[in-house]
T-cell receptor, first 114, second 115 residues
Framework: AQSVTQLGSHVSVSEGALVLLRCNYSSSVPPYLFWYVQYPNQGLQLLLKYTTGATLVKGINGFEAEFKKSETSFHLTKPSAHMSDAAEYFCAVSRENQGGKLIFGQGTELSVKP | ETGVTQSPTHLIKTRGQQVTLRCSSQSGHNTVSWYQQALGQGPQFIFQYYREEENGRGNFPPRFSGLQFPNYSSELNVNALELDDSALYLC??????????????FGPGTRLTVL
């Protein structure tokens, strides 16, 4: 069975500092990987996704993530945090022939201090 | 281009009642997925509809049921509500099967409270 683990339910960084949100997955076959962001009282917005090809994926708002098969990881980074990045971030995984199921991690709340 | 919309925004029900939540897909999308997000948790997959037929189901009991209409809008019905059903219910639409890596576009959700 697939699962997604996000290390750290809450991460706090200073404005301008590096953002690193960790995600590890378990899957018997290469999965599709996603990062979503959720602002308060809103739905989820896709930041980036990995399906095939280049393992370093660039997304919106300056975020990027690297698929590392050997480490079963898909960590999300941003070189310089902005106050507007404060939100809940979810890592998710899916596979073909799984009925369209997205499996989400528990989420990481990112706080950005001025 | 209109995004995914859901109604109502908030809903309060009592235990044992039935509820219907509605979702309008983004224009051109033929796949709808429903998720339950309990407070402080990640979303949990309930089921997916593709071209009006259920295409996959998560670990939810049969009292959770759904429909997809010819215009690709969708309903989630929950019978015999339990306190643990209190959650944010998210609808997501995509063009093609979401499990194949297609992006799912999420609506703002319906907050259901069961008393």
């Amino acid at each position: 069975a697939q699962s997604v683990t996000q290390l750290g339910s809450h991460v706090s960084v200073s404005e301008g500092a590096l953002v690193l949100l960790r995600c590890n997955y378990s899957s018997s076959v290469p999965p599709y990987l996603f990062w979503y962001v959720q602002y308060p009282n809103q739905g989820l917005q896709l930041l980036l996704k990995y399906t095939t090809g280049a393992t370093l994926v660039k997304g919106i708002n300056g975020f990027e993530a690297e698929f590392k098969k050997s480490e079963t990881s898909f960590h999300l980074t941003k070189p310089s945090a902005h106050m507007s990045d404060a939100a809940e971030y979810f890592c998710a995984v899916s596979r073909e022939n799984q009925g369209g199921k997205l499996i989400f991690g528990q989420g990481t709340e990112l706080s950005v201090k001025p | 281009e209109t995004g995914v919309t859901q109604s109502p925004t908030h809903l309060i029900k009592t235990r044992g009642q039935q509820v219907t939540l509605r979702c309008s897909s983004q224009s051109g999308h033929n796949t709808v997925s429903w998720y339950q997000q309990a407070l402080g948790q990640g979303p949990q997959f309930i089921f997916q509809y593709y071209r009006e037929e259920e295409n996959g189901r998560g670990n939810f009991p049969p009292r959770f049921s759904g429909l997809q209409f010819p215009n690709y809008s969708s309903e989630l019905n929950v019978n015999a509500l339990e306190l643990d059903d209190s959650a944010l219910y998210l609808c997501a639409s995509s063009f093609g099967l979401a499990g194949a890596g297609h992006e799912q576009f999420f609506g703002p959700g319906t907050r259901l409270t069961v008393l």
